[in-house]
């Protein structure tokens, strides 16, 4: 079936992870293992060795899950960009997959994108105590009003300012949404999610991820991009914090700032780039969260995952056929 629309590369965020990502591609390409080799140097650890033997329990945590997906993915990568995968007209990332994003089109050198990752992902590991919450079968606007009622009550209550924070996370389709913030005010959302006939599923995060109780380590977060010197990407990287694209420098370190504490709007940025053109979504790295949620927000769309040497290989030849 011949394409004639864009085409947009995905990078996934947190909770793609799993035990032995990215290993085959070690073994079967020589890009992917000097790419493992030169993020494991530029971390000072073997992000490599976690990524292929785990264990399960060390992979899960923040401080690890965060820079070995974004390791995995860009092996994946270089793997697509030697075996000529055509060059996307979009790109984008959920969460830390917006950073594997930047340094994959250039706008990020890999060295930055290492110690940004690392930096976040301890910044997070270590922020105070939250929880988040999946909500299924309750629109937004919905769950918008909720989280309101719920701060407002608290603070009626007279709890504090961060004991009151309950807000919309994720964006991730108009059915999967997600809730962050105390956990008290979580739990109280949940409750009222259940009687509009919603399903609140506890995340397993200590934190308050993508809310206002990120405020601290979003400021810390910040100093060590402000030193990072970004360049203009060689296309539009769509970004979580406004769901819209961008190639201008400024702009685009702006809303990589502003994103550990603002909502990942993720089916708008969706939408975004099919309503200009994207009809083909690629997600390169770990697992297919993302593919799952493009599936759920366009059916039309074409969709394909490259985590190992087969499915490279298959995508690739698809993507031929279907640009001839």
Same mark, same amino acid.
């Given at each position: 079936?011949?394409?004639k629309?864009?085409?947009v ?7 793609? =992870? ?7 591609? *070690? ?11 030169k993020?494991? #140097? ?13 264990p =399960? ?11 070995t $997906? ?9 793997? *697509?960009q ?8 979009f790109? @984008?990332?959920h ?5 594997? @994003? ?11 994108a ?13 922020c105070?105590?939250?929880?988040m919450a999946a909500?299924?079968?309750v629109?937004?606007?919905?769950? +918008?009003?909720?989280t ?26 108009? =059915? ?12 109280? @959302? ?18 308050a ?5 990120? +405020?601290e ?18 296309? +539009? ?14 702009? $685009? ?5 502003m #994103? ?17 053109? @994207?009809?083909?979504?690629?997600? $390169? ?10 599936k ?9 995952n ?19």
């Open positions: 079936m011949a394409s629309g864009k085409l590369c995905l990078f996934p965020g947190q909770g793609s =992870q799993s035990v032995g990502m990215g290993l085959d591609l *070690y073994q079967s390409y020589e890009e992917a293992k000097e790419t493992f080799a993020l494991d #140097q530029f971390a000072g650890r073997s992000l490599s060795q976690l990524c292929f033997e785990g =399960q329990d060390e992979l899960k945590r923040t401080v690890n899950t965060q820079p $997906i974004m390791a995995a993915s860009l092996a994946a990568w270089s793997c *697509y030697k075996l000529n995968g055509p060059k996307p007209d790109v @984008a990332g969460s830390l997959g917006e950073i594997t @994003a930047l340094a994959a089109v250039g706008a990020l050198d890999m060295e930055d290492v110690k940004l990752v690392e930096k976040r992902a301890s910044l997070m590991e270590s105070p105590k939250g929880a909500v299924l079968k629109d937004p606007e919905v769950l +918008e009003k909720i309101l009622s719920v701060s407002e009550e608290f603070r009626a209550e007279g709890k504090s300012e961060a004991e009151s924070t309950v807000v919309l996370a994720n964006f991730n389709s108009r =059915q999967q949404l997600v809730i962050s913030g105390s956990p008290e005010a979580v739990k109280a @959302a949940s409750v009222k999610v259940k009687g509009e006939g919603g399903k609140a599923i506890p995340l397993p995060v200590g934190g991820f993508h809310s206002p109780l990120m +405020e380590a979003a400021r810390e977060f910040s100093h060590l991009l402000s030193v990072c010197a970004l360049k203009a990407p060689v296309c +539009e990287v769509v970004q979580n914090f406004d769901a819209r694209g961008s190639q201008e420098v400024a702009s $685009i370190k702006e809303k990589l700032d #994103q550990m504490r603002s909502p990942v709007r993720w089916y708008e940025s969706v939408e975004y780039m099919i309503e200009n053109g @994207a009809d083909t979504f690629v997600e $390169i790295g770990p697992g297919n969260v993302l593919t799952g949620l493009v759920k927000i366009d059916e039309s769309v074409r969709v394909f490259i985590n190992d040497s087969e499915s490279l290989k298959a995508t690739l030849s698809e993507l031929s056929a279907a640009r001839v």
